[in-house]
């Protein structure tokens, strides 16, 4: 790897790669090389293996030998929650960016991004696809900028964006300076997505998808539901009371996100019949019913609990299409 000597790097901001690591050592690499091989080389890449039980610490080690820039911890398993603010808790570079250890990036995603964001509090966002296909894909201009708050949640959870999830965003460091993600076992990155936006200067949306999420169906398929995904509840408490409390002229459309995260899961526990599916998706009909007040004809979904149920697992056959997707996104407003 070419390496720029002190001075230049000096005239750079550092941005600060985070990776959470657990279990990723068929993938991990195909990702750690799309980090050091950015064409934006002032990196600081923070490595937390989460208490992985496969290969993955011993392939950290070894990219670790080979680039001074990379430094890692290894913690008992918590969550990517807890391992993403272990990183946070390490960085010291201008700018923080998120990545899955079985992700892709464009090797010239960071010097799009740095290009575009001049103060600690500014964010700019690339679009994400699940299909190769479509990796690179863009012009690589500017679709959208700092906008209100709305405008930007509305911006955010357009078709192509990372909508709540972390990754495929460079963040100013101020960004986090207190806020870390909630001590939660699912749905942390949810839980604070709009407070990064409330807390940004400038917000950049970019028509590129320099971000490649690895998605593999047989795993979800293959995941049962479980006492953790209950955390939607304490996911949705969070966002409801900060809106309230920070931004109630976007209520409407925030309880439209929210129903759109509970919709998700339910679809998700339409997919194998057990008993906790079965409480999992009673719960979040009931607490739907009452988000849906306000949002018009949606709530006729929910006069018939069996038609939902029916439709759900009907759509969860053919979400995973990247172009299906997004054409629902587009359908249910965000």
Do not use: W
């Amino acid at each position: 790897m070419k390496v720029k000597n002190l001075d230049d790097f000096k005239k750079e901001p550092i941005i600060s790669v985070i990776v959470p690591v657990y279990n990723s050592e068929s993938y991990l690499k195909d990702c750690l090389d799309s980090i050091v091989e950015q064409t934006y080389e002032n990196l600081e890449i923070i490595l937390i293996d989460d208490g992985s039980t496969d290969d993955s610490l011993s392939i950290i080690q070894m990219y670790a030998r080979n680039d001074s820039r990379i430094m890692y911890d290894s913690i008992k398993n918590s969550g990517p929650g807890f391992a993403r603010n272990k990183g946070l808790d390490k960085f010291t570079g201008d700018f923080v960016f998120f990545v899955d250890a079985d992700d892709v990036l464009c090797r010239d995603l960071f010097e799009l991004l740095i290009k575009n964001v001049s103060s600690p509090s500014d964010v700019a966002m690339c679009k994400f696809s699940k299909d190769m296909k479509y990796f690179g894909n863009g012009d690589k201009q500017i679709v959208y900028q700092s906008g209100s708050f709305t405008d930007n949640v509305k911006q955010m959870y357009s078709p192509g964006f990372s909508s709540s999830g972390p990754c495929a965003k460079l963040y100013g460091r101020d960004i986090f300076s207190t806020l870390r993600f909630p001590n939660i076992a699912m749905y942390e990155d949810a839980a604070i997505s709009l407070q990064v936006l409330s807390l940004a200067k400038n917000v950049t949306f970019f028509d590129y998808i320099g971000y490649y999420y690895r998605f593999n169906p047989e795993s979800i398929t293959n995941t049962k539901v479980s006492e953790r995904n209950f955390c939607i509840f304490k996911k949705t408490e969070i966002v409801l009371d900060f809106i309230k409390k920070e931004h109630p002229e976007a209520t409407k459309i925030v309880h439209t996100i929210c129903l759109n995260d509970n919709e998700y899961v339910m679809m998700e526990s339409t997919r194998i019949k057990t008993d906790m599916s079965k409480k999992l998706f009673n719960a979040l009909f009931i607490q739907n019913k009452e988000l849906v007040n306000n949002l018009g004809l949606r709530k006729m979904l929910y006069l018939n609990k069996t038609a939902l149920y029916l439709l759900l697992k009907m759509m969860s056959k053919v979400y995973y299409n990247d172009y299906l997707r997004m054409t629902f996104k587009k359908i249910l407003g965000v």
